[in-house]
């Protein structure tokens, strides 16, 4: 066909209120978003933001109270589940206890009448993407949480959905076998190619597996950027808190002037001291007396006894706490102006602690490293 397909999934002014006998309850207040064909889609977000009932709106299972989602183009607002072409994996995985794992993924195929040969090589298909082949016969409570998680997987892909609907699925497995997993459903992913939208608090989570992902809170969505991006420029404190560590600053506008790249504020600093940062175009006017808040992530920022030449930015301050890691070496600095900074120094094999409880030093990082945050954020 001609002009380009229409998004696997699209919500548009969506919004869900709750009744409730205080008055009515705004679990999402409006999301908008498309969501590609194949695209790994995350909804990320802290408890209560309403991740869950986006997941369960974009199922069929809860109504919008306002707005339209369309599936694969067409308006599916008020169909029933059963006829969204979608299907949906929960953290509880509510196997069947009397089956074997065969049994558990081929049920959905003896529901829509496939049965005999076909219905055993898909279910011997499903079993090998999964890494489930040796087990078939065994019952669910013979296996363990990371292969009963398989086993719920593979039920919900054998009916070859166009998307899979995921909520929090890992979340009761441990950390080292969720870290396992999330590589695995990244691979299945990949090698089914269909669509997932999964739900996760979990920020590493969703940076590790994800192509995008959306950053709720309130019911709204923060930012919805891929995960480099949400790293490297979030848009707001919210983001840069919740993803990450993230030193954040906060300072009145000297001036503002203009490099190489564009528009640059010149803030307030100490003696010696310099601080800029770079104005992107959604910051709105910033002039000499804004307040603009910064920020600069801990691994950017150099540490030195001697204080640094060039045209970087820079702060003076007092090493407060040394927390040895391994591979890397937190440091606490706190600054004369009240600024409490979070370094992440990386130990290569020669290097001693750089700086001790107590050292004066001094604190650097190019311009470009920082950002500067949407104002009232
Ligand atoms: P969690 O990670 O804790 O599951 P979430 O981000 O998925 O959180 P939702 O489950 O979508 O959040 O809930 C969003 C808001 O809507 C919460 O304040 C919740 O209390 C409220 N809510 C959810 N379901 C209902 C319901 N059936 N009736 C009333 N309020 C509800």
Redesign the pocket.
């Known amino acids: 066909g001609t002009g380009a397909a229409a998004p696997a999934i699209e919500l548009i002014g969506v919004a869900k209120d709750?009744a409730?006998r205080r008055g009515a309850?705004t679990?999402?207040e409006t999301v908008d978003l498309q969501i590609a064909e194949g695209e790994f889609f995350s909804l990320l977000?802290?408890?209560?933001?309403?991740?869950?009932?986006?997941l369960r709106m974009i199922g069929g299972f809860e109504e919008p109270s306002r707005g339209q989602i369309l599936l694969h183009g067409s308006d599916v607002t008020a169909t029933p589940p059963n006829r969204r072409d979608v299907n949906l994996v929960f953290q509880s995985y509510a196997l069947f206890p009397h089956l074997d794992v065969a049994g558990n993924v081929a049920f959905g195929l003896k529901r829509k009448g496939i049965r005999g040969q076909a219905m055993r090589d898909r279910v011997t298909n499903m079993l090998e993407l999964v890494e489930l082949g040796a087990l078939a016969d065994r019952k669910p409570k013979e296996l363990s949480g990371g292969q009963q998680q398989r086993v719920a997987l593979a039920r919900a892909l054998v009916n070859e959905p166009r998307a899979l609907l995921l909520d929090?699925p890992l979340g009761a497995l441990d950390l080292k076998l969720r870290e396992t997993m999330q590589i695995e459903l990244k691979r299945i992913q990949r090698e089914v190619g269909i669509t997932f939208v999964y739900?996760t608090?979990d920020q590493s989570e969703a940076l590790t597996m994800s192509d995008r992902i959306a950053v709720?809170n309130k019911?709204r969505i923060e930012q919805l950027a891929a995960p480099r991006d949400l790293y490297e420029r979030p848009r707001t404190r919210f983001v840069a808190g919740f993803i990450g560590t993230s030193n954040v600053l906060r300072r009145t506008v000297k001036t503002v002037t203009t490099d190489g790249t564009g528009p640059v504020a010149i803030l307030d600093a100490g003696i010696d001291e310099q601080l800029m940062v770079p104005l992107h175009d959604d910051l709105g006017s910033v002039t000499t007396g804004s307040v603009v808040e910064l920020t600069v992530r801990p691994e950017k920022i150099g540490m030195t006894v001697e204080r640094p030449d060039g045209d970087v930015c820079l702060l003076r301050g007092r090493v407060t706490e040394v927390v040895y890691l391994g591979t890397n070496t937190t440091y606490t600095v706190f600054t004369p102006g009240g600024d409490e900074i979070t370094v992440f120094w990386q130990n290569s094999s020669d290097s001693a602690d750089i700086a001790r409880r107590g050292d004066e030093v001094w604190l650097s990082w190019r311009e470009d490293h920082s950002f500067a945050l949407a104002p009232g954020a």
């Open positions: 709750y409730s309850v679990a999402v977000g802290p408890s209560g933001c309403g991740k869950t009932t986006t929090e739900v608090h709720m019911g």
